[in-house]
């Protein structure tokens, strides 16, 4: 069904989506969207919502099953604590994506911003992936204790710019975050290091990529074929001493 | 378990947001621009402060210095009226034209003057014998006013310019100052959620000098450290508001010490030490010099700020980008606004759009 979201207000859409998907829509397509607040948060149905115009904050936060197709660009905060489903945004999308995620995945096809992966998590078979085939800003998988990021820097309106930002890693814990054709070392934080993919990494990686390819009908083996790093933190507890010493 | 009752509650949301466009080649626009682009921001703010500033919108007095004043009673109003009389030539004085519209209660008086110095011992002490410049003359005034007269406040003070603010969402305030019957080639407006500061009409945004005029989102941590700073060089701080320090601060090392653009936001935000040690020599030293003559004016603290003159437009986000910045150009626009959404609202399919790094400024200066 479509849903005409032309001068709307947020709280006017988000009701009538959430009516739609308590009817049954399996098929949801937003048009004239403009930055409205919360599509699809807590939407826990495998519905699937297409988005026309640039969606507002907060997309899909605590999502838990649907996916959301944005034709265009988002913004902010896309997937916050998200628990299963996905986001693709075939534009650009803004800073802190995937914040606390814990399950699911959110492809976006070019750039992204600041704090991608922040505090993401996972646990035994809840493990969320946050692929991004631009470039990023500064602290990409801050905090991060779970999960997979990848960074492809293949797909970006901004040439010039450098494919990730500074303090890249910062806080990370845990997860794993793969980058294709390499890091630059020096902009990585204290708390991470750059190692080379593992026969399993690389058969993770390529089933993650398989599903992104397929989203934006791209080449698998392009992708592929220049060599990826992982971005592994050094330590569980990065700042365990940062108080007072630990007990070993 | 059985669930309680559910309270459902209206959780604030509000964050502040700022938008802003320039045409290069200087063409009005009208106000109902500006308007549709900052209502679309609605939500982040909470109705405690909204405003506008606006370039080339006096344009039959372009070169009268453009006083909008505030006066919060009657004596302010007459103490200031004499104290203009007294140090300058009053071309022209008129009410600003408001408009009664239900959600603006209270409102104080607005006027404005368009005003030129007069050559007084005073002016001429100070320009002939203290090496002051006009501009530099006009500043004291505007502190002298701020400062002395109770319940007056310059608005603003710059050449066919103005700021326009209030206690209200930024609609309201535009409908109550009738800003669809302005055009400028510059506009800029914020949608207030004060946090720290009282919401006041002085203390909404923008904040001006001359023809400086600040929006801002966020909170300056610094304002302590900024404002003893500002002092020093005779700024007083009379706002109540933290973001007052940023225009003065701009005054201060744009026009006073001739730091081109670029490299004042680089005092304002300025790369941390770990990064400047790795920058090639003569960079190195530029920026160690700056943070070492300008570590008092260094903003702490998560920003997004865009900055007005005559000159352009200059959007600039703290080095760690704690609030959002998104730009655009098309033909000779150029746009900035704290989310994409209200940059599409007034111009859907620009030719590019993205989000500047922090620390980094975006600078769209007029053409000629």
New interface residues.
Partial sequence: MKIDAQGLY?KELNQKIREAVAGGATTIELEHV??Q?FIADGINKPVTITIR??P??DLAAFMNGATVVVNE?A??NIGNTMNAGKVVVHG?A??VLGYGMRGGRLHIRK?V??RVGIHMKSYQENKPVVIAGGKA???FGEYMAGGVLVLLGMFT??PAKPKH??LFGTGMHGGVIYVRGGVDV?RLAKEVGAYPLEAADQVELEGLLADYCKDFGLNLQEVMSEPFVKVLPKSKRPYGNMYCPMPK | MTHHNQLFYEKEISNCGLTGFISKKGRRIGGETIIKSITLMHDRGNGLGGGFGAYGIYPDYADYYAFHLMYENGMAQQLTEEYLEANFRVEQQEEIPTRRIRAIANPPAFKRYFITPLKNDEYLEAVDYQGLTEEDVIVRHVMAINHEIEGAFVVSSGKNMGAFKGVGFPEEIAEFFRLEEYEGHIWTAHNRFPTNTPGWWGGAHPFTLLDWSIVHNGEISSYGINKRYLEMYGYLCTMLTDTEVVAYTLDLLIRKHGLPADLACTALAPPFWKLIDQLPEEERRLYTAVRQVYGSGLLNGPFAILFASNKGLIGLNDRVKLRPLVCAEHEDMVYMASEEAAIREICPNPSRIWAPRGGEPVIALMEN
């Fill in positions: 947020y403009n930055g607040y115009g640039v507002g904050n660009n913004q902010d650009h803004g800073d750039d911003g600041y800003g500064d602290f309106d901004d930002g500074y020096s």
